[in-house]
């Protein structure tokens, strides 16, 4: 479980505090408020996740996304204010998609949807150009490669929630929080199975 975290950004912290912001998101605040993810990227989650990414293997991400389902329905639960109004999974290139035959956050998506009632959609924001995998690169590497890379096609609520399986330096969410941002949105969280230590 990721117990100890930064409020914004869900980084482990070793520090047992429920309101602390780690150092980072201090220093730049990120475009999004908050991030929701249960368990920290390691063994054994680590390993599911990757079974199901890169072998097509569901069965081993089923019960992360049934806790993850679980864990959102306790925290919206306690905070009815932080609802969104929309799901938007991370959105993947289309080449790749066709590479390993489905986009990982739009089925987990799809199951938080069904489970807290809340409308989803993988049509209102498109990758327009494919970049470098980002496991090969490094923080900065990261938001250099993804810069300019999605973009908004049409009209979205105040409130939403982005999905993922991983956030690992937080690249990919922060750099489509900004576009999400820049097109209106104003309330804007992170919806995670997992996050790396660091």
Known sequence: ???????????????PSPDLTCGECLHITPPFCR?????????PVDAMIGRYKYRGQRKFVRPLV????????????????HTPQLIIPAP????????????QADEIAEVLSR???IPWSARCVTRSRQARPQRELGREERLANLRGVFTVTQ???PRVAIVDDVVTTGATVR??????????????????????PG
């Open 175 to 196: 750099t489509l929080a900004e576009a999400l941002q820049a097109a209106g949105v104003e309330d804007i969280q992170v919806w995670a199975l997992a996050r790396t």
């Open 66 to 81: 049934a806790g993850l389902a679980t864990y959102l329905e306790q925290h919206l639960g306690a905070n009815p204010l």
């Open 92 to 103: 993947m290139h289309p080449k790749r998609r066709r590479r390993r035959g489905f986009n």
């Open 155 to 157: 009209e979205l609520p």
């Open 35 to 43: 991030t929701l993810a249960p368990w920290r990227y390691q063994y």
């Open 1 to 15: 479980m990721n117990r100890w975290h930064c409020q914004r950004c869900a980084l482990p912290l070793a520090i």
């Open 115 to 117: 489970q807290l009632s």
